[in-house]
């Protein structure tokens, strides 16, 4: 059976692809930001706790990596805090970007028909399928 709309199965099909590769960046990088938020948390709260300290210029100390917050022998400067806000800014952007990618592929879709906008990406194919056919019967009564 050939597509009553030429292309339209190869445009679907490489924007699910497209789609569901965007859809695993967001989660991937929703995950990193939601990691370092945590991270910046803990060590704000130590900062806050050590407020107190004789020295104010001498930076808290934590193992970042672990992300538990317990001090070890490497401080952390302002400058290497500033490095890793510009990095939630940086992923908080990039979330943005494709988020909005998503978006203009969702808004392709309903521009071959907008009666599939909002369907899940697993009922596209059934809806598809449905306008097709659709199309086909009101064809073969021309």
């Given at each position: 059976?050939?597509?009553?709309?030429?292309?339209?199965?190869e445009?679907?099909?490489?924007?699910?692809?497209?789609?569901?590769?965007?859809?695993?960046?967001?989660?991937?990088?929703?995950?990193?930001?939601?990691?370092?938020t945590?991270?910046?948390?803990?060590?704000?709260?130590?900062?806050?706790a050590?407020?107190?300290?004789?020295?104010?210029?001498?930076g808290?100390?934590?193992?970042?990596?672990?992300?538990?917050?317990?001090?070890?022998e490497?401080?952390?400067?302002?400058?290497?805090?500033?490095?890793?806000?510009?990095?939630?800014?940086d992923?908080?952007?990039?979330?943005?970007?494709?988020?909005?990618?998503?978006?203009?592929?969702?808004?392709?879709?309903?521009?071959?028909?907008?009666?599939?906008?909002?369907?899940?990406?697993v009922?596209?194919?059934?809806?598809?399928?449905s306008i097709?056919?659709?199309?086909?019967?009101?064809?073969s009564?021309?």
């Amino acid at each position: 059976m050939t597509s009553p709309i030429p292309g339209a199965k190869e445009k679907i099909s490489s924007l699910q692809s497209h789609f569901n590769q965007l859809t695993a960046s967001i989660a991937r990088y929703e995950t990193r930001v939601s990691k370092h938020t945590t991270q910046l948390a803990n060590m704000n709260r130590r900062v806050d706790a050590n407020a107190d300290d004789d020295d104010p210029s001498q930076g808290a100390s934590f193992d970042v990596a672990a992300g538990d917050g317990r001090p070890n022998e490497t401080p952390i400067t302002a400058e290497q805090l500033e490095r890793e806000e510009q990095e939630i800014r940086d992923l908080e952007r990039k979330k943005q970007a494709l988020e909005e990618r998503v978006s203009g592929m969702e808004r392709d879709l309903g521009d071959i028909n907008p009666g599939i906008r909002g369907y899940p990406t697993v009922d596209l194919v059934m809806a598809v399928r449905s306008i097709w056919t659709k199309i086909a019967f009101e064809n073969s009564r021309s």
